[in-house]
């Protein structure tokens, strides 16, 4: 199922869920681990084929979310094993490996030795981590990802940064992420995005005390839904003007394709303010994009891109009910002006397209 405004937890809303959940409301962490650990499971049950499962844990909750994850399909008669990879082991993954032991799931030290294939299950960090990775964990992403079996990550792939979806190391590179109650940024901003798969939302019963600074995360469904319909033979001129400001030297694509986007969306006329090289290609746009140099060409007024953009002349983007930047070459200062009564969108530049027209940006949700 997708949702519409899916809203996003940071590292830190995650972890003050957490505490708020177990602390204050006293929800038992061993429940939610093992809600956790079913939602997994489940996954991993539909992922796995014939091959057996092998969990990698880390020394946190969520190694303790794999070794419980090995136990539960270890009682559905699934060929599961649980890989210590660290010494240390928080209380909760004390419990969970105590539990195992007892009931049987063989639990191993270190990485899986030989080369038969099995479904791995990315338990080695969460949440709880921050990047840049440290050993044992290096080796053991490089190790997994050399591996041609299906894997799923448990809450973000391992060497992912879960705020800013940055890699600084080696990253596990998931078919599919199970990410909890709340999917995270850094599971939809590239390069995270297409280390996560697909991005499941399981809920587990952890709830958030504030809900005041929380992250959107756009579903392409929606936006559709805002679009406005257009009336049967209506003129370019009751359908809006888009203003745009882009097209630096080396970069005038980004401007251009924005204008075509627009123009796809509806606008009855797009005006792309740009250098003289991004004019050059302003020029090869569909009808309806028109060319406005900053560079005092079309009476815009104000410097090219790269120096500042000042809009308001008329015949400009100056018009334009809404206005987009686009992120400058070379670091120089982009251009605002767009007025206090009209949209303004920063970086139209789209540098990372989503694949299957933005289907990615869309999350399943398991309940
Ligand atoms: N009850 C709950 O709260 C529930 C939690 N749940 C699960 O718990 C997860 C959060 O668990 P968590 O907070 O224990 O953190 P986790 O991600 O396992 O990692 C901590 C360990 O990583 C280590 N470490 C840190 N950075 C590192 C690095 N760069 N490179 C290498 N190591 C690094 C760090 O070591 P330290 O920095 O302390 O030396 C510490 O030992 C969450 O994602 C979810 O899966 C669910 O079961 C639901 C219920
Ligand atoms: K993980």
Known sequence: MTRAWATLWTRSQAAAADRHTIVELGAPSPVLMERAALCCAREALAMRGDLP????????NNGGDG??????LHGWGVP?????????????????????EKLGVPIERGLPQGQAEALIVDAMLGTGA??????????????????SGPKLSIDIPTGLDADTGAAPGPVFAADRTVTFVRSKPGLHVTPGRAASGEVVVADIGIVSQDMSDETCLIDPCEVARSIAGLKPGSHKGERGHVGIVGGSAGTPGAAVLAGAAALRAGAGLVTIAT??????????APAGVDG???RRRAGAGGEGAGGRARLGARGGPGGAGGIMVGRPAGGGVGCVGAGR????IGDAAGDHAAPGGG???AVREDR
């Open 341 to 344: 009564d009209r949209g303004a």
């Open 275 to 284: 250098d003289d090289r991004g004019a050059g290609a302003a020029a090869g």
């Open 80 to 100: 599961a094993r649980a890989f210590l990879l660290s010494e240390r082991m928080s209380p909760e993954l004390a419990e969970q490996v105590a539990l195992a």
């Open 130 to 147: 921050a990047p840049p990775l440290r050993q044992p964990f290096v080796a053991a992403v490089t190790w997994a990802n050399a591996r």
């Open 292 to 294: 406005a140099a900053p």
């Open 53 to 60: 499962v092998w969990a990698l844990c880390g020394p946190g």
């Open 67 to 72: 070794v419980a994850v090995a136990r539960i």
């Open 359 to 361: 289907g990615s940006l």
